[in-house]
């Protein structure tokens, strides 16, 4: 259950968020961190509240109910977590971890392009150098969310001469140049950027796998189960709107379909998170987060169809044009929908 505290800050700031405001972008890491969003499945011996996977994933879903881009700034923080979970639970305190839960650091997911690269999508847009007791880093992070202004750590997947390796490089490093903001044209909160690298020294300790290819598949389901929670959250918000209103049993038939749908696909996700089936068979991960971004676009289309003329007018919008601008970002963050299909058509050749 959301915080309440969270839910009326979110539910005053919503826009805010959305159009970028810099006080209350700035105010956001923390404000999840209060409300324990990031502590959601991890273990209680890790200052977590000892639940599960599923929990970080409900819990985003209440915190997308409001504003997408406070679930796309929590996904990333707890992805971050789930990394350092994953693979630097003996050296924890060294990543600042206890901040990290608290808000208090940002943590950048910066896989996106690892992502893709699994699939045989696209190269790898780094380069690292082995250099005396390290790395240098070359390259650019074209497009990365909580890259937040005071500073962050950010999960780096690169090329080099023994094969790809992961690190996690702060900002605050020489020859790491954070850009500004891009313009988008909705989401602006979510201190999403680009980034130059240039002769950025890492050292042994930072690195967090030695070869992609192996740990790659096994933080997918977590990276896309979290980045679920926005779809999800999405489509509960649209039909509570449509519900909140009385309609024809045409539009209650269509409501009724959508719910279905989405407890058929949740079931299924928690499902394969549970028993880890999605480490060697991310199809029928693929499937599930593609299913998610057409219900958020058929939830999106019903809400604006059951509403009529009134979602253009400002007075009684509701926010619609808000949920709008985000369900339009669901179907393109990495991987895309486009991206899942194409992995989807070459798994079946």
């Given amino acids: 259950m959301l915080n309440s505290a969270l839910a009326v800050w979110l539910e005053q700031h919503a826009e805010a968020l959305n159009a970028g405001e810099a006080d209350v972008s700035l105010a956001l890491l923390q404000q999840l961190g209060q409300a324990d969003v990031f502590r959601q499945g991890v273990p209680e011996q890790f200052g977590g ?23 796309f700034v929590s996904w990333s923080q707890r992805t971050y977590i789930e990394y350092l979970l994953t693979a630097k639970a003996d050296t924890l305190d060294e990543f600042r971890f206890d901040e990290l839960l608290a808000g208090k650091y940002a943590g950048a997911t910066g896989l996106s392009n690892a992502m893709k690269f699994l699939s045989g999508l696209e190269p790898l847009q780094i380069h690292a150098e082995a250099v005396d007791g390290g790395w240098k880093l070359n390259g650019e992070l074209p497009w990365v969310t909580n890259f937040h202004p005071d500073g962050f750590s950010v999960a780096i997947a690169t090329d080099s001469a023994q094969g790809p390796l992961l690190f996690l490089v702060p900002s605050h490093r020489s ?32 690195l967090l796998s030695d070869d ?14 979290l980045q679920c929670a926005l779809s999800i959250g999405l489509i509960k918000r649209s039909l509570q709107q449509v519900i909140a209103k009385k309609h024809s049993n045409v539009v209650n038939d ?50 604006l169809c059951s509403t009529g003329g009134k979602c253009y007018l400002t007075p009684y919008e509701d926010g619609f044009t808000r949920r709008l601008k985000e369900s339009a970002f669901i179907p393109i963050v990495t991987p895309s929908v486009l991206q899942l299909k194409t992995e989807l058509s070459r798994l079946s050749a």
């Fill in 49 to 71: 509240l000892g639940n599960t996977l599923k929990d970080a994933i409900e819990t985003i879903a209440e915190v997308a109910d409001y504003s997408v881009t406070a679930a």
């Fill in 254 to 303: 269509q409501v009724a379909y959508i719910q279905q749908q989405l407890e058929k696909n949740l079931t299924a996700l928690f499902a394969g998170l549970e028993s880890g089936q999605f480490v060697i068979q991310a199809r029928c991960l693929f499937e599930i987060r593609i299913a998610l971004s057409e219900l958020t676009q058929h939830a999106i289309q019903l809400e």
């Fill in 212 to 225: 992609a290819t192996q740990y790659l598949p096994v933080i997918r389901p977590a990276f896309l189960g």
């Fill in 175 to 206: 020859g790491f140049d954070r850009r500004p903001n891009l313009d988008l044209i909705a989401l602006k909160g979510s201190s999403t950027a680009a980034a130059i690298l240039t002769d950025v020294i890492v050292s042994q300790t930072e």
